[in-house]
């Protein structure tokens, strides 16, 4: 055991030497014999040439540090495949979740400035609407009043007209009892109330009537009584006709005013649905650009952690590459002493032992 330890103690004297190809073993083994600890392995060297020890014993050893060497390297390289791949995936991973959160804020991002854009629109539709709502009342409280005006005037003109005609069929009766022979004085007061009535309307049609009975109250003549007689059918003829052409017209303006009316109603209940529905969007609209500013915030870190995380793992997957070639740099230059310092000791042991007997007589 302590002749082993010794002979790897030699090794590794060997490997710490700065060496060159063109170097020649005596060289080799003058450097190693300049470091202090080398020194003291080449005087135990010497020690156990002087006394026979087998070399090939030294060679074994050599060539067992060799295969430990490629075996360690050849660990290192299945670790280094395997941590490789371990690292390519998490990278990977990482690469997906941060295109992936990427993707989100940009998703999100845009949510919010739609549905922000999309609030002012409704916003100012609801300010529209309201409005319009407001003109739809008063519209229609304008248009109801007219009819309503309207109405109130058939009703006045028509019941003149029941007055004017109930005046014109008395002075008919008045007169076709004058044309009967009743005398003048027994109809006078009758006459003189249709005659009042008539003046009181004041209408551009009865004037000629009322001039007409008032010459008749003077002088009563069958002349007359037949010209007035005309006169009144003619006048109620053309109140009859004018009755009805105010009832047509009140007829024809209510049903105008039925689907006006009709309109304007079907109108309010679209605007105040459009309203309502408006400003339910609001608040939905509201919400989802609330949510969208809390889970773009959420992402936000999401993100930040996710690059933080591959920036540490690929600091860490470099540490580990350049120690990878770091370790395997060193084993590969100690493989090369190992093989020289074989060369040494075998091929040409004559001048490692030439060395070391000068090297006894000089030092």
Request: hydrophobic share 40%.
């Amino acid at each position: 055991m302590a002749r082993s330890l010794t002979i790897l103690a030699i090794v590794i004297a060997v490997a710490t030497a700065r060496v060159t190809k063109s170097e020649s073993p005596k060289e080799i083994l003058a450097q190693v014999n300049k470091d202090s600890f080398g020194n003291s392995i080449l005087s135990v060297l010497q020690l156990q040439l002087a006394t026979g020890g087998p070399v090939g014993e030294i060679q074994i050893l050599l060539n067992n540090i060799a295969s430990q060497l490629n075996g360690d390297q050849k660990k290192a390289d299945k670790v280094h495949e395997s941590d490789t791949v371990a690292f390519e995936k998490i990278i990977a991973d990482l690469e997906q979740e941060i295109a992936y959160h990427q993707s989100q804020i940009v998703a999100l991002s845009n949510l919010r400035d739609s549905t922000t854009e999309a609030l002012g629109e409704a916003e100012q539709e609801v300010r529209v609407v309201t409005s319009d709502i407001a003109n739809n009342e008063k519209s229609f409280a304008d248009e109801s009043a007219t009819r309503q005006s309207q109405h109130e005037t058939w009703v006045r003109k028509d019941a003149e007209h029941v007055d004017q005609m109930d005046a014109i069929d008395e002075a008919s009766k008045i007169v076709q009892h004058l044309q009967a022979g009743v005398a003048f004085a027994q109809l006078k007061s009758r006459f003189e109330k249709v005659q009042a009535k008539l003046m009181e309307s004041k209408h551009a049609l009865f004037k000629p009537l009322i001039n007409a009975l008032t010459q008749l109250a003077s002088k009563v003549d069958n002349k007359s009584i037949i010209k007035i007689l005309e006169l009144l059918a003619q006048i109620r003829q053309q109140l009859v006709a004018s009755r009805a052409s105010l009832l047509a017209t009140e007829e024809r303006q209510a049903a105008n005013w039925e689907v006006q009316s009709s309109h304007l109603q079907e109108e309010h209940k679209r605007l105040v649905e459009r309203k309502a529905f408006l400003e339910n969007s609001i608040v939905q609209f509201k919400v989802t650009i609330q949510e969208a500013v809390e889970d773009l915030e959420d992402q936000t870190l999401f993100l930040e952690d996710a690059e933080d995380s591959l920036a540490i793992q690929q600091r860490w997957a470099a540490e580990q590459e350049a120690q990878y070639e770091s370790q395997t740099f060193e084993r590969e230059q100690h493989l090369e002493l190992v093989e020289r310092l074989q060369e040494v000791l075998t091929q040409k042991l004559s001048a490692a032992s030439e060395f070391l007997q000068v090297r006894e007589e000089v030092f």
